[in-house]
């Protein structure tokens, strides 16, 4: 997204991918609105929304008890008031295929980035290499890690995040869509005796998020994957006909939730932005929309100095000044969903009720605004430079 910002405003830029594709299962789906008004803004939101694609508008809560109605997205102000679901590998495709309608935009896939280029402290590229043996470098007045959670550049650069411990991990899997599945199935989290889980809608099938106790996955695969399959068919009653074909542990996906956040985001000549500046808990899915939020800060920061050749650190400080404190609210905002909802759903399935402050949600009107409006824009909207 920053590469076709960046090249939208006649920056040369080369983009490097390591892996040959964009394809790669249980990624992140999520466009939430402030997104849509991103790409409106540059004139993509339509075609982007001609692919096949789903949209949420709301979110409940379901327990044993109750169905409880938690975010509305319909109550905003946008053109967009829904989550839009649409595979990453084509929304990836999508944009690196109008960044290539821009002459100083390069693409290069399949290149591992296996250095960094440094001269006089300061980072002027990156060697990388896309086969054994074969080794390439670009040279570059600034360099940017956009890549990701385990980011190979924040390991070269030396930059040590700060960390959390969230208190869960989650397994991602597949089941086969039906058309008489019930159509908000995929707006909704079912929480019950100990267990907790969210579905998106994938067309043919649904992807599950299903959450365990952290450094709990060993006892759930020796518990066996009956045991799985039971609590799957317990927790989406109209889907036990099918979690047989959940039928191999090979199917099913770990993720190791964490949280972070670097205290410093650059160096002279490289910035960090996304998930390499600060990782994201799954709560809520707005990783996708705070790395595109800093891609576009980025953007409106960067454009005129990279034109003009004289980036300076004090435009890095800048980009890390106004996407730092939105994150520490969202993170601080997912901090408290994880300790007061989600813990107490996994650790205490006997006693476990929903909290007062979620149940008081649906119940007064602002508080219905408040959780919807941060899910949606974030703290602050953000918008392209004109």
């Given at each position: 997204?920053?590469?076709?910002?960046?090249?939208?405003?006649?920056?040369?830029?080369?983009?490097?991918e390591s892996?040959?594709n964009f394809?790669?299962?249980?990624r992140?789906d999520?466009?939430?609105p402030?997104v849509?008004?991103?790409l409106?803004?540059?004139g993509?939101a339509?075609?982007?929304?001609?692919l096949?694609h789903?949209?949420?508008?709301?979110?409940?809560i379901q327990?044993?008890?109750?169905?409880?109605?938690?975010?509305?997205?319909?109550?905003?102000?946008?053109?967009?008031?829904?989550?839009t679901?649409i595979?990453?590998?084509d929304?990836?495709?999508f944009?690196?295929?109008?960044?290539?309608?821009?002459?100083?935009?390069?693409?290069?896939?399949?290149?591992?980035v296996?250095?960094?280029?440094?001269k006089?402290a300061?980072?002027?590229g990156v060697r990388y290499?896309t086969?054994?043996?074969?080794?390439h470098?670009?040279?570059?007045?600034?360099?940017?890690?956009?890549?990701?959670?385990?980011?190979?550049l924040?390991r070269?650069?030396?930059?040590?995040p700060?960390?959390?411990?969230?208190?869960?991990?989650?397994?991602?899997?597949?089941l086969?869509?039906q058309s008489?599945d019930?159509?908000?199935?995929?707006?909704?989290?079912?929480?019950g005796?100990?267990?907790?889980?969210?579905?998106?809608n994938?067309?043919a099938?649904?992807?599950?998020g299903?959450?365990i106790?952290?450094?709990?996955?060993?006892?759930?695969?020796?518990?066996?994957?009956?045991?799985?399959?039971r609590?799957?068919?317990?927790?989406?009653?109209?889907?036990h006909?099918r979690?047989d074909?959940l039928s191999?542990?090979?199917?099913?996906?770990?993720?190791s939730?964490?949280a972070?956040?670097?205290?410093?985001?650059?160096?002279?000549?490289?910035?960090?932005?996304?998930d390499?500046?600060h990782?994201?808990?799954?709560?809520?899915?707005?990783?996708?929309?705070y790395?595109?939020?800093?891609?576009?800060?980025a953007?409106?920061?960067?454009?005129?100095?990279?034109?003009?050749?004289?980036?300076q650190?004090?435009?890095?400080?800048?980009?890390?000044?106004?996407r730092e404190?939105p994150?520490?609210?969202?993170?601080?905002?997912?901090?408290?969903?994880?300790q007061?909802?989600?813990?107490?759903?996994l650790?205490?399935?006997a006693?476990?009720r929903?909290?007062?402050?979620?149940r008081?949600?649906?119940?007064?009107?602002?508080l219905?605004?408040?959780?919807a409006?941060l899910?949606?824009?974030?703290?602050?909207?953000?918008?392209v430079?004109a």
């Open positions: 997204m920053l590469a076709l910002l960046l090249a939208r405003q006649d920056v040369p830029v080369t983009l490097l892996h040959l394809d790669r299962d249980f992140g999520t466009l939430h402030s849509m008004e991103i409106d803004s540059i993509l339509d075609r982007l929304l001609s096949r789903a949209k949420i508008d709301r979110f409940s327990t044993p008890e109750e169905s409880l109605p938690l975010i509305d997205l319909r109550r905003l102000k946008t053109p967009y008031p829904y989550i679901l595979p990453q590998v929304f990836l495709d944009i690196t295929a109008e960044a290539k309608h821009y002459p100083h935009f390069q693409l290069r896939m399949g290149a591992n296996q250095g960094l280029i440094r006089n300061h980072v002027r290499r086969a054994p043996g074969d080794w470098e670009v040279r570059a007045q600034l360099t940017i890690g956009a890549d990701g959670r385990f980011s190979r924040r070269l650069a030396k930059l040590e700060r960390t959390s411990r969230p208190p869960m991990d989650m397994l991602w899997f597949r086969p869509r008489d019930p159509i908000d199935a995929g707006a909704t989290l079912r929480i005796q100990g267990r907790l889980l969210v579905l998106q994938r067309y099938y649904w992807q599950i299903y959450a106790l952290k450094d709990s996955y060993r006892h759930v695969r020796a518990a066996g994957l009956e045991a799985l399959q609590s799957v068919s317990e927790l989406v009653p109209w889907a006909d979690v074909q191999n542990w090979q199917d099913i996906a770990v993720l939730v964490g972070d956040r670097l205290s410093r985001w650059y160096q002279a000549g490289l910035l960090l932005i996304g390499a500046a990782v994201m808990s799954p709560v809520g899915g707005v990783g996708i929309n790395a595109i939020h800093d891609a576009v800060v953007a409106n920061i960067l454009a005129q100095p990279l034109r003009n050749h004289t980036v650190e004090r435009h890095l400080a800048d980009i890390q000044r106004q404190w994150t520490r609210v969202i993170q601080a905002f997912q901090a408290q969903i994880q007061r909802l989600i813990a107490p759903a650790r205490d399935s006693s476990f929903l909290p007062l402050s979620i008081l949600v649906p119940r007064i009107p602002l219905r605004t408040i959780p409006a899910i949606a824009f974030g703290p602050k909207r953000v918008r430079a």
